[in-house]
């Protein structure tokens, strides 16, 4: 049984750092909620381009229609920002579909840890988690981006000598306080987020271009997971994560 905490987490910074526009609010988009409206300034950091979510069966996948399609889950991405009160969403602009846990990813995401400074990280899991069985839970792109974080924030973040390229642009070492992994085959930490579900919801809207069509269904299958996550802690809704204390 995880534990449960007497007191609320709440950061003054936090930073989500996922593959795709919508991936961060499927994973923590209420307990983002739930930061915001008590003062947190949270950013959302898309490591790809966004440029591969179209149709399966697209016969144009060009340079022209990848263009197209980044622009607009950009757009819809930062719309799940402001609905999620947040400070707002940066993009690494990989290609889409092609991520690896290479260390320019790294040096990428120590840099902006080292801009942005945030207590807690909330990132993708690098490990597979078998059960439940949930297929985007084993997209490459989300696996490499879990390595690469957690490869950044120990201990290349905090540490000097790990790209000294940065110390050159100004960019001090920071010491991340707290990792929290989504989907993590060990789940160790629970957040009541019984007030963050409407902006989930609301957040997941946003992203009309991949979840549109099927969005109704969506919403009321995350208010029935949420609330039976929420059922094993004796409060309304809940989000799950593997807590990890970096201090
Ligand atoms: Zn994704």
């Known amino acids: 049984m995880p534990e449960q905490p007497h007191e609320p987490i709440v ?15 499927l994973a923590c988009g209420a307990t983002v909620a739930t930061w915001t409206a008590s003062g947190a300034q949270v950013w959302t950091c898309i490591v790809t381009d966004a440029s591969g979510g179209g149709d399966d069966h697209a016969e144009d996948v060009g340079p022209a229609a990848r263009a197209a399609i980044s622009a607009m889950r950009k757009a819809e991405q930062r719309a799940a920002c402001d609905a999620l009160g947040q400070a707002g969403a940066l993009f690494l602009d990989y290609p889409d579909g ?8 790294r040096r990428d995401i120590v840099r902006v840890i080292r801009q942005l400074q945030p207590e807690i990280i909330i990132t993708q899991s690098p490990d597979r988690r078998w059960d439940p069985f949930f ?15 957690m490869a950044a924030v120990y201990p290349a973040a905090r540490n000097s000598w790990d790209f000294p390229e940065l110390l050159d642009e100004g960019l001090k070492p920071h010491r991340v306080q707290e990792l929290w992994i989504s989907a993590a085959p060990v789940v160790n930490h629970w957040v009541d987020v019984t007030a963050g579900v409407d902006a989930k ?16 269904e969506l919403a009321t299958n995350i208010r029935r997971w949420l609330a039976e996550n929420g059922a094993r802690y004796g409060v309304g809704a809940a989000e799950e994560f593997h807590r990890a204390d970096l201090r």
């Not at 950061?11 to 609010?25: G, K, N, T």
């Not at 092609?98 to 320019?104: M, N």
């Not at 919801?201 to 109704?216: E, K, T, W």
Request: charged share 20%; aromatic share 2%.
């Open 201 to 216: 919801i609301a957040a997941l809207r946003a992203h009309h271009s991949q979840l549109g069509p099927r969005m109704d």
């Open 135 to 149: 297929l985007f839970r084993h997209h490459p792109d989300h696996l490499a981006v879990g390595a690469a974080v």
């Open 98 to 105: 092609r991520i690896e846990p290479t260390l320019e990813l």
């Open 11 to 25: 950061p003054q910074r936090a930073l989500v750092i996922v593959a795709h526009p919508d991936d961060a609010e």
